[in-house]
């Protein structure tokens, strides 16, 4: 594994870590976790191997959006994008504050579960996004429907804005300050 963009240990689970995605020599893995029945809202069921790889090369080479490939225990287990909302994912649908991230974030499909998982890879996630001081609030637009994940989302500390209408989907509009994820998770 290359060396890592960023490391944490959960006092459970262990260690967690991401690099940067290479959408060329990620897309076969990625391919299964973003067509996997649990995989729904990232609305990618229908790509092939060849459209993964695309669709992550143009995040790569966007300015302003960028993934990472999570490791848990130094094997591959989560995606993770950051993105700029004000120049990605939410232009003209809320009003951005200086110092704000979006973030989208999704799990491998697990043979068995560990409980505690998600949460443990949302903190990870989270934890990778504050350690940039220019970071003040972490923004997310989960689909409506996914309400497991609103439930981590405010696990981890994130406040409702309100649902906003995307040309792909009606989204929950949801921020976490930094200080409301110390108070959450620590």
Known sequence: MTTPA???HDPR??????RPLDPDADAV??????THPK???WMMQDADVAR???EYRRIA????HDAYLGFWQDRP??????YDPAEVELVGLYDPVEGDVGMHFLCAPAGAPVHGFTRAVLTTVLDWLFADPATRRVVVEPDVRNTAVHALNAAVGFTVV???TKPEKTALLSVCTRAQFLAATR
């Open 6 to 8: 960023h490391r944490r």
């Open 13 to 18: 689970l262990g260690e967690f870590s991401l």
């Open 29 to 34: 893995l990625l391919h299964g976790w973003v």
């Open 39 to 41: 995989a729904v809202f």
């Open 52 to 54: 993964v790889a695309a």
């Open 61 to 64: 080479a966007h300015p302003h």
């Open 77 to 82: 287990a989560f995606l993770a994008e950051r």
């Open 162 to 164: 309100g649902p906003i």
